[in-house]
């Protein structure tokens, strides 16, 4: 499991691919879902120009890897990855890699589909959006 709070852009495929050549053993998974979510223009109904994400340093991380755990005790998965960018965001910048690895698709896409859901809905990012004439914190 690796779990990676980042303030850089990332490309997700670049670490998918590295994360897969050094952490996983050849052969042992025959699939893996993933999520990349990006940054778009709009949200609400208005025109969005750009996002400042931010998290609680130590509480994020630990609620995140809380969650790639409770994800490999409730599917029968191999490894989980979360990366996730905070700062300034741009339109079409990635925001989130998520991703699990099993022997078969089912698990794999059920434990990728709990991740996500469940740092989109409880893990402890704040956002705020910069609109065209004012910025917004946004509710989730």
């Known amino acids: 499991m690796k779990v990676e709070v980042i303030d850089k852009p990332f490309n997700p495929w670049v670490y998918l691919q590295d994360y897969e050549s050094t952490a996983l053993k050849h052969g042992k998974y025959g699939a893996l879902a993933n999520f990349v979510g990006t940054m778009r223009d ?7 120009q750009k996002m400042y994400l ?3 340093p130590g509480m994020t991380e630990k609620y995140l890897q809380k969650i790639s755990e409770t994800a490999m005790q409730r599917w029968d998965i191999l490894d989980t990855l979360i990366i996730h960018r905070v700062g ?5 910048d990635t925001i989130v890699l998520v991703a699990a690895w099993a022997g078969h698709r089912a698990p794999a896409f059920e434990a990728c589909r709990f991740l996500i859901e ?9 956002k705020q959006e910069t609109l ?5 914190w946004v509710e989730f």
């Open 88 to 92: 300034e965001i741009q339109i079409c």
């Open 54 to 56: 931010e998290h609680y």
């Open 118 to 126: 469940e740092l989109k809905h409880n893990a402890p990012f704040w």
């Open 42 to 48: 709009y949200n609400q109904g208005d025109t969005v």
């Open 132 to 136: 065209n004439d004012k910025m917004r």
